[in-house]
C-alpha cells in the first residue's frame, strides 16, 4: 500500500519526536537507527526514506525539543523558570526535560549542523528569558542578556550535576536546593509599584 505525503509527513514527526525523547535519556551516541525506528513503530529500513542520516535526525530532534522547551519557557516569569527548571521533577524527567541539559555535552563533539541547532536554541531561550528578566530603571543596556546567560548556564548546570549523582543521593538534592536558592536571590527586588 502507498503512503500518501501527509503520511509520510505524520510518520516523519513521530521519528523525530521519538528521536527526541530516546536522545535525551541516552545520549546520541545511547541509541541506534534500528533501536529509534522500532521505538517509533517503523522499520530500520525506512529510515533513509525520512532522512539522509542519523546525524541529520539528531540536528532535527535537537531542534523540535529545543522549540518545546522554549514554548514552555514563554509562558513563564523568571521565578517560574526557575521554579521548573530547577527542580528533582525536571532533574528525574531525562526524556521530557530540557535539550540543553540532556544533551549539550553529547553536542559538544557532533557536526556543525548540530552545534548550529543548538546555539540557536540557546540563543531564542536567552532572547525569551531576557525579555522577562525584572530589571529596574537603572539597569545598564544588555543587563537583562548577562543576567540570562548566567542564569541559563547555572540552571543548566545544576540539572547536569545533580543528575551525575545516583538518583537517591543527598548531594543531588542539595545541589538544586543550593542552585535554586541562589537564583531566586539574584533576582533584582521589585517593588509594588512595578509590574
Do not use: W
Not at 522549540?67 to 519557557?73: E, H, T, V
Not at 514563554?74 to 523558570?81: T, V
Amino acid at each position: 500500500m502507498r503512503v500518501t505525503k501527509a503520511q509520510a509527513q505524520a510518520n516523519r514527526e513521530h521519528i523525530v519526536e521519538t528521536a527526541s525523547v530516546l536522545f535525551r535519556e541516552r545520549g546520541f551516541d545511547g541509541v541506534g537507527v534500528a533501536d529509534l525506528m522500532a521505538a517509533a513503530g517503523f522499520t530500520h529500513g525506512g529510515f533513509y526514506k525520512h532522512f539522509g542520516s542519523k546525524a541529520d535526525l539528531m540536528a532535527e530532534a535537537s531542534a523540535h525539543s529545543l522549540s518545546r522547551s522554549l514554548a514552555s519557557a514563554e509562558a513563564l516569569d523568571i521565578q517560574g523558570f526557575i521554579d521548573l527548571y530547577v527542580s528533582r521533577d525536571h532533574r528525574d524527567g531525562r526524556g521530557s526535560g530540557c535539550t540543553m541539559a540532556a544533551l549539550s555535552g553529547d553536542a559538544a563533539r557532533q557536526p556543525c549542523e548540530l552545534k548550529a541547532a543548538f546555539a540557536e536554541g540557546i540563543e531564542r531561550t536567552l532572547q525569551t528569558l531576557g525579555e522577562k528578566y525584572p530589571s529596574g530603571p537603572d539597569a545598564a543596556p544588555g543587563d537583562a542578556r548577562v543576567k540570562m546567560i548566567d542564569m541559563l548556564a547555572h540552571a543548566v548546570g545544576a540539572i547536569v550535576l545533580s543528575r551525575a549523582c545516583p538518583d537517591d543521593s543527598s548531594l543531588a538534592d542539595e545541589i538544586l536546593e543550593v542552585c535554586h536558592a541562589q537564583m531566586t536571590a539574584s533576582l533584582p527586588v521589585q517593588s509594588a509599584s512595578e509590574p
